[in-house]
């Protein structure tokens, strides 16, 4: 299951360990974006800690950068999500070359964010 | 505490923190940035570099680069709070345009820290009370200045005091019964209302305040705040309206010198996108209400990047200098001509329909066009590409910019160097 094949079904009944060997960051949230799912290769990435994440706003706290209506915003507007899009992201305060996937349907409550450097 | 801790408690921070942080080169290479300062640039950046700090706000604030530039100490503030309008319109929605500011700060031979903040809310609130603020001056300032009169629905003078001939230099006898607009001074440079357009606006909303330049009888200049209130008949035709004539003196050199920091680019001297930007929003509203025509060019040096890259940005902005001050020089009254972004200008047409408005971004392009610029590297001369467009064919300022930009796109990929005034392609003759 690569980056740009996997789906929201195979993502939520996944083990936590088997995410986190996945080799690109993901990161799930509720509607509320409040994250529930915040895998190690991301934690890697950004140098944080999953515990620290877990139960904060998303797009608030932790990923401003993507709060607005190039990320955060079609998550709003989109139900049905499921688009690659080329970004810039600043872990650890370096800016960085990325592909983002947004994942949503309406079917399942959580929605995820994959994260590819 | 642990390093290692510390450390991610200071990320945390840094992920968390509500402002932008950016520290880059003075070529603008970001080194370290915030998520939050991202969140902004990266749709600002559009195609280009987002990774670096001029480049990613070349559309919105170009003076940025030639800010640094011209600072000459080693270290210290280059600005505080600058302001950059990434929004020309009135915002889309109930949301207000955003504005964001800037600081900048050197802190060693090449290392700058900025910060960028989201500014709107402020930015709107302070023109709410910049509005109410003369409103009130206007209503409880000293008495010496003012002439209050009574004017009927068609603009004709019922009585006015004393106070009209000190201010207006007219005797306020022989005045009565004469229309009001035919003594005040009917040219409107700055794109002000005329008294007939005032009247309109106050018959409607009860009241209308107008500010602008006016002449005394004997030919002397007074900066004038023009109060028109419904006073009886409630704003229909047989009813009367109480005008208060004010003669504003605080408009002295240094607020004028102020109005031209706050209003110009700081490189070329033409207008800033902030101007431009406001003075779009009032000329929309004289449109939406008074049907008064409104057109919008844009214009875009063609292959500009080339020049910078070949003969250096300090000539490349001798150009974008040069072809301000030609443009400029062919503005109609009221005309406003503005730098955009990096090598993209705009002209605001208040009073020009569609056809006048494609005239006159022909005489710029061959204005542009014939201009000769001498480089150590030998003779430099640029065209533009030009789109024009009209507020009858959108009724909106987004609506209006990008029909305008639409166009210019289109003179681009049609060959550059010229202009484009329709949507549509025009079809071969035959």
């Known amino acids: 299951m690569s ?18 060997a996945l080799p690109f960051g993901v990161v799930g949230f509720k509607a509320d974006t409040v994250v529930e799912t915040y895998n190690a290769t991301e934690a890697r990435q950004s140098g944080l800690d999953p ?5 904060v706003p998303f797009f608030d706290i932790i990923a ?15 139900p049905e999500l499921d688009d690659i899009v080329p970004y810039v992201l600043t872990l ?11 994942l949503a349907t309406p079917e399942i409550a959580r929605r995820y964010l994959l994260i590819e450097r | 505490m642990a390093d290692g801790s510390s450390e991610e408690q200071l990320l945390e921070f840094l992920y968390a923190c509500p402002v932008g942080l950016i520290e880059c080169d003075t070529s603008g290479a970001i080194a370290v ?7 902004h640039l990266m749709p600002l950046a559009g195609s280009r570099d987002v990774c670096n700090l001029f480049s990613a706000l070349e559309q919105h604030a170009p003076e940025l680069r030639s800010m640094v ?5 080693r270290t210290g503030r280059i600005c505080d709070g600058h302001r950059i309008f990434v929004e020309l319109g009135p915002g889309r929605g109930d949301k207000v345009p955003k504005v964001l500011a800037c600081s900048l700060v050197r802190i060693g031979p090449d290392r700058l820290i900025a910060t960028l903040t989201d500014v709107s809310q402020q930015v709107f609130q302070e023109r709410r009370l910049r509005e109410v603020d003369t409103w009130f001056s206007t209503l409880l300032d000293g008495v010496n200045g003012y002439a209050p009169l009574t004017i009927a629905f068609d603009g004709a003078i019922a009585s006015a005091t004393p106070c009209f001939t000190r201010l207006t230099g007219y005797d306020h006898i022989d005045v009565t019964g004469h229309n009001l607009a035919d003594i005040l001074t009917t040219d409107a440079p700055s794109g002000e209302l005329r008294l007939d357009e005032q009247l309109v606006i106050a018959a409607r909303d009860g009241w209308h305040l107008q500010e602008g330049w006016q002449k005394r009888a004997d030919g002397d200049l007074y900066w004038c705040q023009r109060l028109v209130v419904v006073s009886e ?19 002295d050199a240094a607020a004028t010198d102020l109005h031209r920091l706050l209003s110009c680019d700081h490189l070329t001297g033409a207008s800033n996108r902030r101007h431009f930007g406001q003075t779009m929003a009032r000329e929309h509203v004289h449109w939406r209400e008074l049907r008064q025509p409104l057109s919008l060019v844009v214009l875009d040096l063609d292959h500009f990047k080339a020049v910078n890259d070949s003969y250096g940005h300090p000539i490349g902005d001798t150009l974008l200098c040069r072809i301000t001050e030609v443009c400029t020089a062919l503005m109609p009254p009221g005309g406003i001509f503005a730098r955009l972004g990096g090598e993209e200008f705009g002209v605001l047409l208040p009073r020009y329909d569609h056809a006048q408005a494609v005239e006159l971004a022909e005489r710029l392009r061959c204005a542009i066009a014939a201009l000769v610029v001498g480089t150590p590297h030998g003779m430099l001369q640029v065209t533009a590409s030009f789109g024009c467009a009209t507020m009858d064919e959108t009724g909106s300022v987004d609506g209006l910019v990008a029909l305008a930009d639409e166009r210019l796109y289109a003179a681009k990929s049609g060959g550059r160097n010229r202009v484009c005034m329709s949507s549509h392609a025009v079809a071969p003759a035959g």
Request: proline content about 6%; hydrophobic content about 40%; some cysteine.
């Open chain 2, 69 to 73: 530039a011209s600072f000459t100490a």
């Open chain 2, 33 to 39: 940035m915030n998520p939050h300062a991202m969140q």
């Open chain 1, 92 to 102: 650890r305060m370096r800016p960085t070359k990325v592909r983002l996937r947004l």
């Open chain 1, 3 to 20: 980056f740009e094949t996997i789906n929201v079904r195979d993502l939520d009944g996944m083990e936590p360990s088997e995410c986190d």
């Open chain 2, 233 to 251: 008949g409630g704003g229909a035709p047989g009813g009367r309206f109480s005008v208060v004539l004010r003669d504003v003196p605080q408009r």
């Open chain 1, 64 to 78: 401003q950068c993507m709060n607005n209506f190039m990320v955060a915003q079609r998550f709003e507007d989109e």
């Open chain 1, 51 to 55: 515990a620290t994440v877990i139960g």
